[in-house]
């Protein structure tokens, strides 16, 4: 960020803001006109709406549970808590801006925080867990509810921050909590050690399970939870789903990756070495045993038998980003893309449209996403396949600036669907923030 950008924003009240002094339910006015340019009015207002609404709009004050100024990711009461992946999308945004240091120092907090209050509560082979969502409110029973944790991007959250505020200290704050959670996640995720993570939850309640991917997935319809396969502790229960799936490997390969930058970023070469090996040890198995010739996709697989799941979800395409695939398999997937299979009119439904589960507004089962699309954009990218990319984020976008911005959408008609102005629908912005689409334009202004 330039000094003349920088003072520009400053001009607006944006250092630390005053987000130490707004009211929980208050939303700071904002204008971009200082921080983006386009060449096309409906954008820098589709901008000014989601930052007014999806970042700035979220940031609240330290209130029960969570003691540090945190991250809603829905709107009024809905989603009212600190949720995984809807906070990493707002702070990767709100790292565009000066003087945020300290507020995202204390939005990750409130997970480390969580981490060391479980830790004091559980026994030690639930320990470093951090929840799908930390909810302020629930005081009484946060040890018990959620039981269970969430994609874990947590890693892919604090590289996005860094990349833009440099931030040391809260690399040197994160790490080690960060890494734990990992390590946690491979413990009781990858319970039978084959480098495939699949879901589960403390409560023994499937639901639960599922909540810790895409919450209604068709592939795990027929999720069980089973006793750890190895581990006979007392008091244990059936905590442990029997479906591995390649969207949340994908995710915990992917902030593995960027763990292994950031503890380079720090010199610790040590931390580095070890995260490496977790990641190549579960490149071999994804490899292995979920990739799909046939529907030219990563598909789950039973957890005790590695036999496949035959259905392709949005969770079939997450391994893109976290650079799983070799050339051949990423070029079948850009064949696959293509076909009708994906081809809907906003894309990119969260299952196959030809199975027969397929509902164009139904939750996780047909549905659309805007994250996910980013996130697959990414992928298609980074993997030099910049026009289906470009495909992907140009729909996103224009149905966005016509239907408004909402927690999801119908796949054929686009409609609005759940939350409006949920906090990861901000990936609309940063679709045109990354250059992913090519004919809505809109960057961050560089110094005249």
């Known amino acids: 960020m330039t000094r003349s950008l920088a003072g520009a924003l400053g001009s607006l009240m944006l250092s630390r803001w005053a987000a130490t002094s707004l009211a929980a339910t208050e939303t700071p006015a904002f204008t971009t006109k200082a921080l983006f340019e386009s060449n096309d009015p409906a954008l820098n207002r589709l901008a000014e709406d ?11 004050p330290p209130e029960g549970t969570l003691k540090h100024h945190w991250v809603q990711a829905g709107t009024g009461n809905a989603f009212y808590g600190q949720w995984i992946w809807d906070a990493m999308f707002v702070v990767d945004l709100l790292a565009i801006l000066p003087g945020q240091q300290e507020l995202i120092r204390e939005v990750f907090q409130n997970y480390w ?3 060391e209050r479980w830790n004091s509560k559980r026994p030690e082979y639930a320990h470093d867990m951090i929840p799908c969502m930390i909810e302020p409110k629930n005081t009484q029973t946060w040890n018990e509810f959620p039981a269970y944790s969430q994609i874990p991007i947590l890693g892919w959250g604090l590289e996005r921050v860094y990349k833009r505020n440099g931030d040391k200290e809260l690399l040197r704050q994160s790490l080690g909590p960060l890494e734990k959670f990992h390590e946690w996640y491979w413990r009781e995720r990858d319970v039978t050690n084959v480098g495939l993570v699949a879901v589960g939850s403390y409560s023994g309640v499937i639901q639960h399970g599922r909540y810790e991917t895409f919450d209604n997935e ?3 319809d027929d999720l069980k939870l089973t006793p750890h396969p190895t ?16 969207g949340i490997t994908g995710y915990l390969i992917s902030s593995e990756r960027s763990l292994v930058r950031l503890a380079r970023a720090l ?11 977790r990641i190549e040890k579960s490149v071999a198995a994804v490899r292995k045993h979920m990739w799909d010739e046939q529907s030219g996709t990563f598909l789950a697989v ?4 590695l036999e496949k799941v035959r259905v392709a979800t949005i969770g079939s395409w997450m391994p893109l980003m976290a650079e799983i695939p070799t050339r051949a398999m990423t070029r079948r997937m850009a064949k696959a893309f293509m076909t009708e299979h994906w081809q809907t009119p906003l894309p990119i439904p969260t299952v196959d449209r030809k199975d027969p589960r397929f509902d164009p507004h139904s939750y996780w089962r047909g549905d659309v996403w805007p994250a996910p699309n980013y996130q697959v954009a990414c992928g298609f ?11 992907i984020a140009d729909k996103t976008i224009a149905n966005a600036l016509k239907n408004g911005i909402s927690e999801h959408y119908d796949s054929i008609t686009g409609k609005p669907l759940g939350v409006p102005y949920l906090g990861m ?6 679709l045109m923030l990354d250059g992913l689409s090519s004919r809505h334009k809109l960057k961050l202004k560089s110094a005249r």
């Open 50 to 60: 989601v930052f007014n609404q999806c970042v700035m709009g979220k940031i609240k």
């Open 113 to 115: 925080d969580f981490q």
């Open 218 to 220: 068709v592939n795990l």
């Open 231 to 246: 581990r006979k502790g007392t008091g244990e229960g059936n905590w442990y789903g029997d479906i591995c799936l390649p």
């Open 267 to 277: 010199g610790d070469t040590a931390m580095a070495k070890r995260r490496q090996q």
């Open 302 to 305: 039973k957890r005790d038998t």
């Open 381 to 391: 990218a980074q993997h030099g396949y910049r026009q289906i990319a470009a495909e």
């Open 425 to 430: 629908t901000c990936t609309v912005l940063t």
